[in-house]
């Protein structure tokens, strides 16, 4: 998972309906894996969309990112790079942190630390030996992928700002072909040249084609029932070759299938939400405003939240063979994850944010403002909007990624 589910503040310029994308994409995760908890307890697990979330945040993060890399009003450079990359880090490594210390903690207590090399992990970077053994976190493995796109797109801000997003686009594609090509199997290039990279670069082109025709609700909402319709029929007809989880993913196998159809799934949903633009402001349609800020949060604290959750559900039910307690566990372990999520979200990482942001983001802002108004006046400079040959970014798009850009 991903830093998709970071939230956005709620103000004007952010896609709510995105933000209910998040909600929907963390609902079907930890339904997913609520549903193996509930078989290794044996029961029987409840129809699933697999790991649908994955791709539907891999998506969206590819999406977000690049809008703020195309409004980007900077010069290519280091200074670029580090205040993307800074952004970017400070709303993935805090909350992962605190969690990763508790495991680790409880680790070192039980004596469990011995012969394992956290580092990598602790970093969210691949290990040197083999992916997936050595996690904190169990399900962090999705955000190396995170943190390879951030650093990617950060080192093409070194060199070029308006192309960054085309780059960004031929790179990972070309990794992923060399890969495809190649087969190396070293856990580096798993991650670098592993085919679910192609659903941020789905969100990507997805990011072109919205910053030149803004919003289009009728054909957003056609694309939203397609993309909801396919979802269901891929989960009714998914064929073993297509990688259904963390496992089949991370040793790439049927990743590339995984993306060319869960993957292209995820992007007529992400296309149509984006395009439709609900506003989700007033009544039950905030609630998925507030899950969606919530989401990464309740992504991190799952496995915690499930593995104390399911010892207090089977010591007082220890059988859970019936469909009846199978629904009761699997709908009380998500009403579970969602409330821990969302009061992990308000009370560590909304004041880890805040704290972090106003410490690191805030004054620098106000200098570089200072700074570009110094350096346009002297220099003559032509606003963003101005400049020949950039993309033309349309008021919609500048104002979904404020809240991102602003942090």
């Keep these: 998972m991903d830093s998709s589910s970071l939230p956005m503040r709620s103000s004007v310029g952010q896609i709510d309906g995105l933000q209910m994308l998040r909600a929907v994409a963390v609902i ?19 129809p699933a969309l697999n790991v649908f979330g994955i791709d539907i945040f891999f998506v969206i993060s590819g999406f977000i990112l690049s809008l703020v ?24 490594y ?47 493995w999705t955000m190396m992928f995170e943190i390879f796109f951030y650093t990617v ?26 890969g495809g090509l190649c087969n190396i199997r070293h856990p580096f290039w798993i991650v670098a040249a592993n085919p679910i990279l192609l659903e941020f670069v789905f969100g990507a082109l997805m ?34 070759w297509i990688a259904n989880g963390e496992q089949m993913i991370l040793v790439n196998h049927g990743a590339f299938q995984r993306s060319v159809t869960w993957g292209i799934c ?7 939400v984006v395009f439709w633009s609900p506003s989700m402001h007033r009544g039950p349609a905030r609630w998925w405003v507030i899950l969606g800020n919530a989401s990464y949060s309740t992504y ?28 009761l566990y699997t709908v009380t372990m998500l009403a579970a994850n969602l409330v821990a999520g969302y009061f992990c979200y308000r009370l560590i990482e909304k004041p880890l944010l805040n704290g972090l942001q106003n410490r690191l983001l805030v004054k620098q802002s106000v200098l570089s403002s200072r700074n570009a108004h110094h350096t346009e006046h002297s220099a003559g400079f032509a606003p963003l909007a101005q400049r020949s040959g950039d993309l033309p970014l349309t008021n919609t798009v500048s104002k979904a990624v404020s809240s991102d850009e602003s942090g």
């Excluded at 930890?30 to 409840?46: E, I, N, R, S």
């Excluded at 070192?108 to 040197?128: D, E, M, T």
């Excluded at 995820?266 to 149509?272: I, R």
Aim: charged residues 10%; proline residues 4%.
């Design 153 to 178: 797109f950060g080192l093409i801000l070194l060199k070029t700002v308006h192309w960054a997003v085309p780059i960004f686009i031929l790179l990972l594609t070309s990794s992923v072909a060399i």
């Design 207 to 240: 990011a072109l084609l919205y910053a030149r025709v803004g919003t289009r609700r009728h054909v957003g909402i056609c694309l939203t029932a397609v993309g909801i319709c396919a979802s269901f029929w891929l989960a009714r007809h998914n064929q073993s």
């Design 266 to 272: 995820a992007l007529v949903l992400v296309a149509g």
């Design 28 to 46: 079907l995760v930890v339904w997913w894996h609520t549903g193996q908890h509930l078989a290794a307890c044996g029961g029987q697990a409840l």
């Design 300 to 327: 991190i604290i799952s496995q915690l939240v499930l593995e104390f959750g399911s010892r207090a559900f089977v010591h007082f039910h220890p059988d859970v063979s019936s469909m009846f307690v199978s629904v």
């Design 94 to 140: 805090p909350i992962y942190w605190v969690f990763a210390i508790l495991i680790l903690l409880r680790m070192f207590r039980a004596g469990a630390l011995k012969g394992h090399n956290y580092w990598s992990a602790f970093f969210l970077l691949p290990p040197i030996h083999s992916l997936g053994g050595d996690l904190i976190i169990g399900y962090s």
């Design 69 to 92: 890399v195309l409004r980007t009003p900077k010069q290519p450079g280091v200074d670029t790079t580090w205040d993307f990359l800074k952004k970017r880090f400070i709303r993935v």
